[in-house]
C-alpha cells in the first residue's frame, strides 16, 4: 500500500452534475457569447443606417416657375429732343464748322420769349458769304406767316417743277405745301407797307409776305439765335 501525503489524503473530488460545465468550460464559451453580443450590435446599427437612409423625405416645395421675360421695345425718341433748342439763356443752335458747305441746312426750335411756344425753325447756310459772320447764314420760322401750313427746304429741283411748278429753280428753295408758293433764300424784299428788307423773296405764288426771319450772331465757332422779327 502506497503511502500518501497527508495534504492530499484529505482533498475531496467535487462530484460533476450533468448538464453543469465546470469553471474551465465557461471561460471558455465567454469569447463566443462576446461575439455573437457584437455581431447582434453590428446588425442593430446597420438596420438602423439602412432604415434611417430609405424613410420618406419631405416634399421639396415646388419652386414657381419663371416667367418669360418680354422684351418690351423702347418708345422712339421724340424727334424734337433730338434737335436744338435756343432760348434766352441758351442760344446756341449750331456750330460755323458743321455749316462749312453752301445750302447747308439744321433744324432748330426757338422759343418764342412771349408765348413760350418752341418754334420749328432752319438755319441755312447761303453761298457767296463767310462762315464766321451772320451774314453767310438765313436762319427762318418754318410756320407759314399766315395760316397753319409748315414750310418746307425744298433740294430737289424736280420737285419744284412737278409738284410747284417752278421751273426756273437752281438752287435749294423753301415752298408753302399749301399755296404752291416759292420762296427765294438768295434774295431779299421788302415787307408790304414797310420800308424793311427780308430774306427770302416770293418767286412764285399768292403769300402776302416772305418767312419770320430769326436774327443769327456768331460767338466764336457758336451759331446763335438770338430773336425773330
Known sequence: MTDQPSSDR??????????????GTRSAANPAVKLVVGLLALFLVVFLGARWALRPK???????????????????????????????AEPGIAEVAEMAKPWSVKEFYFRNGLTGENVPALLVRLPGGSAS??????????NSPFGNCKLEYITDLDKLKNEYGFRAAKHPMVGNPCSHTVFDPAKTAVLPGSEVWVRGAIVQGSDLRP???????????????VRTE
Do not use: C
Not at 459772320?133 to 418754318?142: C, L, N, P, R, V
Open 10 to 23: 484529505f482533498k475531496t473530488e467535487m462530484p460533476r452534475i450533468p448538464g453543469v460545465s465546470g469553471p
Open 58 to 88: 419631405p416634399a421639396e416645395p415646388k419652386q414657381a416657375e419663371q416667367q418669360p421675360q418680354i422684351e418690351v421695345p423702347s418708345p422712339a425718341p421724340d424727334p424734337s429732343t433730338l434737335v436744338p433748342h435756343a432760348t434766352e
Open 133 to 142: 459772320q451772320a451774314s453767310g447764314y438765313w436762319a427762318f420760322s418754318k
Open 211 to 225: 418767312p419770320l426771319g430769326i436774327e443769327i450772331k456768331i460767338q466764336g465757332k457758336n451759331i446763335l439765335a
